[in-house]
């Protein structure tokens, strides 16, 4: 609270979604653990094939959160939401694990 009462810009809340890369030697090997992390619930999960035939399988989650705090210095929140956002990002990074 103390640094966005001293803050003269903007200041965001944002809680990253967790993003795993996996090399994959076959396709196979790609849709086989696309399949499964679809199905544990990282939805945005994919596959990518480079130029070089590299098979790439991200998986991907939609845990993301990102909310303004201040405008040109000026708070736009209270402490009680900051607080709220903090226990959103940890539940978030919890479903993460």
């Keep these: 609270m103390t ?7 903007d200041a965001v809340f944002k809680f990253e979604p967790f ?13 086989l653990l ?7 619930g990282f939805r945005n999960s ?7 035939g590299k098979i790439t ?9 990102e909310v303004p705090l201040s405008h040109k210095g000026r708070l736009m929140v209270s402490e009680e939401y900051i607080e709220f956002l903090v ?7 919890e479903e993460n694990m």
Excluded: F, P, W, Y
């Excluded at 696309?34 to 544990?40: C, G, R």
């Design 57 to 65: 399988m991200a998986v991907r989650s939609t845990h993301g959160l």
């Design 34 to 40: 696309h399949s499964v992390a679809v199905d544990s």
């Design 3 to 9: 640094a966005l009462e001293k803050a003269t810009g």
């Design 87 to 93: 226990h959103i990002a940890n539940q978030k990074m």
């Design 19 to 31: 993003i795993l890369h996996v090399l994959c030697q076959e396709l196979q090997d790609a849709q």
């Design 46 to 52: 994919g596959i990518t094939v480079g130029r070089g």
